[in-house]
C-alpha cells in the first residue's frame, strides 16, 4: 500500500530445512521431489525437529583411536578421593588441629564439608536435569544460568584449577625438601637454599613432568591415578596404625605423646598464633575442594548424570570421616608446640640436668629468645613422626600431591576446552581444538601449565591457598544459586532425577559460601566479585549467540508475565504516558527510515511493534519470515518486535493488527503510517489507506503519519532472496555417490530475483556474505549516494537547526509532547523548539479590518498566553509565532494545481461541486502550505496537528490531497492525530 505498510511483491517462500536421522527420511525427501515434479502438492508428512547444541559448522572429524569412558568409580569417586586427601592432610591437618584445636578444628571441617555436600546436591541436582557434556561445572553454570555466569565461572574455575596444580607441587615440593634435610640432617644444604627457591626448581621440573604424563593420554592417567591411590591408603595406615606405637624418646621430645588424655584436654581448645578461625578455614578449605575433580571429567563419563551425583557423595564420606578421625588422633597424640631436645624432654618428666634448663614445652619467645621449631604448630611434618614409618607418609604425601596436581591439570584444560568452543571470549577459540581419540585438550594442558609456573615461582602455600580458595567457593556459590534459580522460576524444563534435591537448601548454600568467603578475607572475596562481574558483564554487552535454554531466560519470561499483569492491573495516569507505536512498515527492511524514526520515538523505553500484512495468496514461511526479520531488527539495534499476518485484503489484515497487537496495557496507543504519496494511484487502495486511519481512531489510537521528500518504500532497489522450496531441499545426488543415500547432500543454489526484473541462480554462499534479503539491506548495483542518505535519514546524525511545532488546535498536546521526546534524542539534542499556532477568531477579524496596532497587541497577548502555556508543562521554546491571518485566501496558482491533481480521478470521487462544498476546508490546508514553506523549509523537523483529524463527510479524495499539499516539498514532517488524548500534565 505505498507507504502505508503491505508488500504487495515481497516473495518470501522459504522452506524448512529438515535435518533428521528418522527412518524414512530419504524417502520421504525423494516422495517430496517426484510431487513437485508431477506438478502436485508434496504429501503431508509428520516431520520432527531434532534440536542438539553446538554450533553447525562445527568441524565433525572422525578421529583414530580407542575412545576411554569410564565409570563412576574411575572417574569420579578415585579421582575426588585422591583430590581431596591431597596435600592438606598430610602438610597441613595437623597445623590446622595445632591451631584451631580439636572443638574448633573438628567443627572447621565440618563447615567446610557442609559447604561441599549442599553443593553436591545442588550439582547432583543440575547434572540430572539432562545430558551433561565436556566441561563439568562450567557446562552446569553455564547451562543453567546462561553463558555470563557460566562464562565468568568458566575463566575463574580455569584459573583456580591452574592454581591448585601449583598448590599441589609446592606441597610436593617442600614435602621431599623435609624428607631430605630428614634423612641428611646438616649435611643436606639443599640445590640453593632449602628454602623457597629450591620449591621454585623442584615444582619447575615436577610440573613439566606433570606436562608430559598428562598429553600422553587419559589411559596412563587413570594407571598412575590407581598406583597413587593405594600408596595414599596404605600411608594412612602407616599414620593410624603409628599413633598407637609411643616409645622413641627422639620422637616424645618432638611432641609426640602417643594416646593421652592430658594431650588431648591441652589440645582441645584453640592455640591461634596469628591466625584466627577463618584464616584457618581459608588454608584448609582447598583440602574439600576435590569435589569437582569428578564433574570435570564430565565428557570422559560413561554416564555423568549417575557418576557425578554417586561418586561425589561417596568421596565425601569417606573423607569427612578420615579428616574427624584423623583431627581426632593428631589433638590426642600430638603437642602444639615442642623443642624437640632430649635433654629438656627429660628435665621436664625427671628432674634431672641444669636447673636453669627450660621444659621441652615451654617454647614462649622471650624464654628461648626465639621459638620452637616443632609440634604440630611449627612442624608440616608432624604426620612422619607418628607413623610407623615417615618414608611411607612420605611416599604417601607425594602420591596425594601429585595425583591432585595431576587431577587439576587435567580438569583445568577440558573446562577452558568447553568455554572456548562455545565462543564466549574472544581469542579463546585456538584452545578448543582437540586431539587424538579423546579430544584431548593439549593446547589446555600447555596454558595451564604457564599459569600454574608462575604460580609455583612465587612458593608459598598458605598465600596461593587463601587465593584459591575464594574462588572455588565462588563457583560453589553458583552451583547452588543456579539449581535455586532453576526451582524458583518453574521452567517445564527443570526436572532432575535426584530425589535429594531442596532448592531452599540451595539457597541456604549460596548465603553460607558468600559468608565463607567474606569471613576467611573480605579483601580478596571483593577482588573475586569485581573479576566475576567483570567478565559478566563483558559476556552481557558482547551478546554471543547462545540459546541454552537458562534458567535465566526462564526468569525473564516469568518476570516480563509478571510485570505485564502488574502493568495491566495499574490505572493510566497521564504523568506515565508513553507513546506505545504499531508501526504499518510491510517489511521492515523496505521502510527502514520508518522503522528508525519509530525507534526514535520509543528507543527501548516503550513499545515497538512492527506490522506486516502479507497481500499475496502463494504459501508464505511466515514462522521463518518472523524468526529473520526479528534477527535483523536485532542487528539493526531496533528495540521492537515484528509481527506478520498474511491476508489477500490489506484493510481487513491491518484491522486485525490494531484490534489484536499487544497484550493487556502493553499495547499500542499510537498508529504510525508512512504517508500515502501516491493517493491518486488505484485509488481503491488509498480508501483502504484511508479507512485504516479512521478505524485507529475508533479504537482510541492517536495517529501519526510520516512523509519524507524521498519517500519511506526503497522495496524496489533491494535484492529480493526467493527460496524456491523444490530447489533448496532435493538432495543432489551425483553418481559417485548415487549407491550411499544415508546422508544426502543438500544443493547449495538457490534462486534469486534482482530488482524484481530477473531471477538468476547464485551458491547459498554468495548471498549469505551479501546478507538475505530480509537481513540486510541490498542494492542489485550501484545506486545514487543520495538514496543511501535517504534510507539513512534517522540513523545517527547529528543535527542542528530547529524542530517546528505546528500546534494548530488544542488535542491532547501530542505534538509538543512527541517534540519533546524527540529533542531528548541524542540526533536532536542540539535542536531548537519553535512553536507556530494560529491566531483566534478575534484575531482574524482584526487582520481583516486592518486594525494594525490592536492586532499587535492581541498577537503578543496569545504568544505570551501560549508561553505560559509552554512553561506551566515545562517545555523550553526557543520562539513561539501566532499566524493571524489564514482566513486569506490562498494564490492562485496553488488552488489550480490543487485541482489539476483532481482532473484524473473518476467523477464518482471527486468533481467540481465537491471542490466548492469544501473550499474552506481546502484553502485552510493551501494557506498552511504557504505558511510552512515560508517559515519552516529549513527547519530539521517539522511536527503538525492535522487540521482535521476525521474525514468526516469530507471526501477522501479531498482530504488526501490537501494533506499531500501541505506537506509536500518539505523536510520529514509529522503529521499528528492525538485523539483528544491528553498527554501533558503541569502537576507533579
Not at 547444541?53 to 569420579?76: A, T
Not at 568452543?421 to 587424538?436: C, Q, S, T, V
Not at 533448496?728 to 526484473?757: C, F, H, M, W, Y
Request: proline residues 3%; hydrophobic residues 45%.
Amino acid at each position: 500500500m505505498g507507504d502505508a505498510g503491505a508488500d504487495d511483491d515481497s516473495n518470501y517462500n522459504k522452506p524448512f530445512l529438515l535435518e533428521s536421522y528418522l527412518p524414512g527420511f530419504e524417502e520421504s525427501r525423494l516422495l517430496k521431489r517426484m510431487d513437485h515434479e508431477k506438478g502436485e502438492p508434496p504429501a503431508n508428512k509428520l516431520t520432527f525437529d531434532i534440536i542438539e547444541e553446538g554450533d553447525e559448522n562445527e568441524e565433525k572429524e572422525v578421529k583414530k583411536g580407542k575412545v576411554i569412558k569410564f565409570g563412576w568409580v574411575e572417574g569420579v569417586f578415585m579421582r575426588c578421593l585422591l583430590n581431596i586427601w591431597g596435600v592438606m592432610l598430610f602438610l597441613r591437618l595437623t597445623w590446622v588441629i595445632g591451631q584451631a584445636g580439636i572443638i574448633q578444628g573438628l567443627l572447621l571441617m565440618t563447615i567446610a564439608n557442609v559447604v561441599t555436600t549442599i553443593t553436591t546436591l545442588s550439582m547432583s541436582a543440575v547434572c540430572t536435569n539432562g545430558q551433561i557434556k565436556g566441561g563439568g561445572v562450567y557446562y552446569m553454570i553455564s547451562r543453567s544460568l546462561g553463558p555470563e555466569f557460566g562464562g565468568a565461572i568458566g575463566l575463574m574455575f580455569t584459573l583456580a584449577n591452574s592454581i591448585a596444580v601449583a598448590m599441589y607441587v609446592i606441597g610436593f615440593c617442600e614435602s621431599l625438601l623435609d624428607m631430605l634435610t630428614g634423612i641428611y640432617g646438616d649435611a643436606f644444604t639443599g640445590i640453593i637454599d632449602k628454602g623457597v627457591n629450591d620449591v621454585r626448581i623442584i615444582g619447575s621440573g615436577t610440573l613439566f613432568i606433570l606436562l608430559i604424563i598428562a598429553v600422553v593420554g587419559m589411559e596412563w592417567i587413570t594407571r598412575v591415578q590407581k598406583v597413587l591411590l593405594v600408596l595414599l591408603i596404605f600411608s594412612q595406615i602407616d599414620f593410624v596404625i603409628g599413633s598407637f606405637l609411643s616409645f622413641d624418646i627422639e620422637e616424645r621430645a618432638k611432641g609426640f605423646t602417643g594416646w593421652n588424655l592430658e594431650t588431648a584436654a591441652e589440645n582441645i581448645h584453640p592455640h591461634y598464633s596469628g591466625e584466627s578461625f577463618w584464616t584457618v578455614f581459608a588454608v584448609f578449605f582447598p583440602a574439600v575442594t576435590g569435589i569437582t575433580a569428578g564433574a570435570n571429567m564430565s565428557g570422559d563419563l560413561k554416564d555423568p548424570g549417575m557418576a557425578i551425583p554417586r561418586g561425589t557423595f561417596y568421596a565425601i564420606a569417606i573423607t569427612y570421616v578420615t579428616y574427624i578421625v584423623y583431627g581426632v588422633m593428631v589433638g590426642c597424640t600430638y603437642l602444639t608446640q615442642a623443642s624437640g631436645h632430649v635433654s629438656e624432654y627429660i628435665f621436664t618428666f625427671n628432674g634431672t640436668g641444669d636447673g636453669e634448663m627450660l621444659e621441652f614445652t615451654d617454647c614462649s619467645f622471650e624464654a628461648r629468645n626465639g621459638s620452637c621449631i616443632f609440634g604440630t604448630v611449627n612442624d608440616q611434618q608432624t604426620m612422619t613422626i607418628i607413623s610407623v614409618t615417615g618414608y611411607l607418609i612420605y611416599g604417601g604425601c607425594f602420591a596425594a600431591t601429585l595425583s591432585s596436581a595431576i587431577a587439576s591439570l587435567v580438569g583445568a584444560p577440558r573446562v577452558l576446552q568447553a568455554l572456548a568452543k562455545d565462543k564466549l571470549y574472544p581469542g579463546i577459540e585456538l584452545f578448543a581444538k582437540g586431539y587424538g581419540a579423546n579430544n584431548d585438550p593439549v593446547r589446555g594442558y600447555i596454558f595451564v601449565f604457564c599459569l600454574a609456573l608462575i604460580c609455583i615461582l612465587i612458593g608459598d602455600l598458605n598465600v596461593v591457598s587463601s587465593l584459591l580458595s575464594n574462588f572455588f567457593v565462588a563457583s560453589y556459590a553458583l552451583i547452588n544459586f543456579s539449581s535455586f534459580h532453576a526451582s524458583v522460576t518453574k521452567s517445564p524444563g527443570w526436572r532432575p532425577s535426584f530425589k535429594y534435591f531442596n532448592p531452599w537448601l540451595s539457597l541456604f548454600g549460596t548465603f553460607l559460601c558468600l559468608s565463607v568467603m567474606f569471613l576467611m578475607d573480605w579483601k580478596t572475596a571483593i577482588l573475586t566479585f569485581v573479576i566475576i562481574c567483570i567478565l559478566y558483564m563483558w559476556i552481557h554487552y558482547r551478546k554471543p549467540e547462545a540459546n541454552w535454554g537458562s534458567s535465566t531466560q526462564a526468569a525473564v519470561f516469568v518476570n516480563a508475565l509478571k510485570s505485564v499483569q502488574t502493568l495491566t492491573d495499574t490505572p493510566e495516569h497521564v504523568k506515565n504516558f508513553r507513546p506505545k507505536l504499531l508501526v504499518l512498515s510491510g517489511n521492515p527492511t523496505h521502510r527502514i527510515p520508518l522503522i528508525d524514526f519509530g525507534n526514535l520515538i520509543t528507543k527501548k523505553l516503550s513499545l515497538l511493534i512492527c506490522s506486516h500484512v502479507v497481500t499475496e495468496n502463494k504459501p508464505k514461511n511466515i514462522v521463518k519470515l518472523k524468526e529473520d526479520v526479528q534477527g535483523w531488527m536485532k542487528k539493526q539495534k531496533v528495540a521492537g518486535f515484528y509481527n506478520v499476518l498474511q491476508n489477500s485484503n490489506f484493510e481487513e489484515g491491518a484491522s486485525a493488527c490494531l484490534s489484536l497487537s499487544g497484550l493487556g496495557r502493553l499495547a499500542p496507543n499510537m498508529l504510525l503510517l508512512g504517508f500515502r504519496a501516491e493517493w491518486d494511484k488505484s485509488f481503491s487502495k488509498t480508501m483502504q489507506y484511508i479507512n485504516i486511519w479512521q478505524k485507529a481512531y475508533d479504537l482510541k489510537l492517536s495517529v501519526i503519519v510520516l512523509r519524507l521528500r524521498s519517500g519511506l518504500d526503497f522495496s524496489s532497489h533491494i535484492l529480493e532472496e526467493e527460496l524456491i522450496e523444490a530447489e533448496d531441499v532435493e538432495p543432489a545426488i551425483s553418481e559417485s555417490d548415487s549407491s550411499d543415500r544415508t546422508n544426502p547432500v543438500l544443493t547449495r543454489k538457490i534462486s534469486v530475483e534482482q530488482g524484481g526484473k530477473k531471477k538468476v541462480s547464485v551458491d547459498r554462499a554468495q548471498v549469505s556474505k551479501l546478507g538475505l534479503a530480509i537481513n540486510m539491506l541490498v542494492f542489485g548495483g550501484a545506486q545514487p549516494r543520495d538514496m543511501v542518505a535517504d534510507i539513512k535519514e534517522f540513523q545517527d546524525k547529528k543535527r542542528r537547526g530547529n524542530i517546528d511545532i505546528w500546534w494548530l488546535h488544542d488535542d491532547g498536546g501530542m505534538p509538543v509532547l512527541l517534540s519533546h521526546i524527540l529533542h531528548s534524542r541524542q540526533q536532536f539534542a542540539e535542536c531548537k523548539l519553535r512553536v507556530f499556532t494560529l491566531g483566534s477568531e478575534k484575531l482574524a477579524k482584526q487582520a481583516n479590518m486592518f486594525s494594525i496596532f490592536t492586532r499587535n497587541i492581541e498577537t503578543n497577548m496569545e504568544t505570551k498566553h501560549m508561553k505560559d502555556v509552554l512553561t506551566n508543562f515545562r517545555i523550553s521554546t526557543s520562539d513561539i509565532t501566532v499566524i493571524s491571518n489564514m482566513k486569506v485566501s490562498a494564490k492562485a496558482e496553488l488552488w489550480n494545481e490543487f485541482r489539476a491533481s483532481l482532473k484524473n480521478l473518476p467523477r464518482e470521487v471527486v468533481n467540481e461541486n465537491d471542490i466548492e462544498k469544501e473550499q474552506e476546508f481546502i484553502n485552510k490546508h493551501l494557506r498552511l502550505s504557504e505558511e510552512m514553506q515560508k517559515n519552516s523549509r529549513d527547519a530539521q523537523m517539522i511536527m503538525v496537528t492535522l487540521p482535521q483529524q476525521y474525514i468526516g463527510n469530507t471526501k477522501p479524495a479531498i482530504y488526501m490531497a490537501s494533506l499531500d499539499f501541505m506537506t509536500r516539498n518539505l523536510p520529514p514532517t509529522l503529521l499528528i492525530g492525538g485523539n483528544n488524548v491528553s498527554v501533558l500534565t503541569s502537576f507533579t
